[in-house]
């Protein structure tokens, strides 16, 4: 059984940083890429980031636009924990964040590709 749990999150006034992990169980290896989406009240649930397995020890990073130079996604090979380093957060950040996997070769962005999810995490930022 695939599990994924995350956690980290928390309130934090705006401009500070937190981290959020994912810790995963089961199937999930090297043939599943992991991401994160947020999804704040009232809204949809979006990309946020997401580690890509590229082949051998090469990775790629793809982020959303709006997090791009804050934020930071590192994964743990050896653990398959995935990671989400958040900085200079600001109030538009707050929401529940989730991480997911995806089957290597499905696009990254699309929350539609993803099996496998997490129940989330409340990530506050006070301004």
């Known amino acids: 059984q695939v599990q994924l749990v995350e956690s980290g999150g928390g309130l934090v006034q705006a401009g500070g940083s937190l981290r959020l992990s994912c810790a995963t169980s089961g199937r999930i290896s090297m043939t599943y890429n992991l991401g994160w989406f947020r999804q704040a009240p009232g809204k949809e649930r979006e990309f946020v980031a997401a580690h890509s397995w590229s082949g051998g020890s090469v990775y790629y990073l793809d982020y959303a636009d709006s997090v791009k130079g804050r934020f930071t996604i590192s994964r743990d090979g050896a653990r398959n924990t995935v990671y989400l380093q958040m900085n200079s957060l600001k109030p538009e950040d707050t929401a529940v964040y989730y991480c997911?996997?995806?089957?290597?070769?499905?696009?990254?962005?699309?929350?539609?590709?993803?099996?496998?999810w997490g129940q989330g995490t409340q990530v506050t930022v006070s301004s």
């Open positions: 997911a996997a995806v089957q290597s070769g499905k696009t990254v962005r699309g929350r539609e590709n993803y099996d496998y």
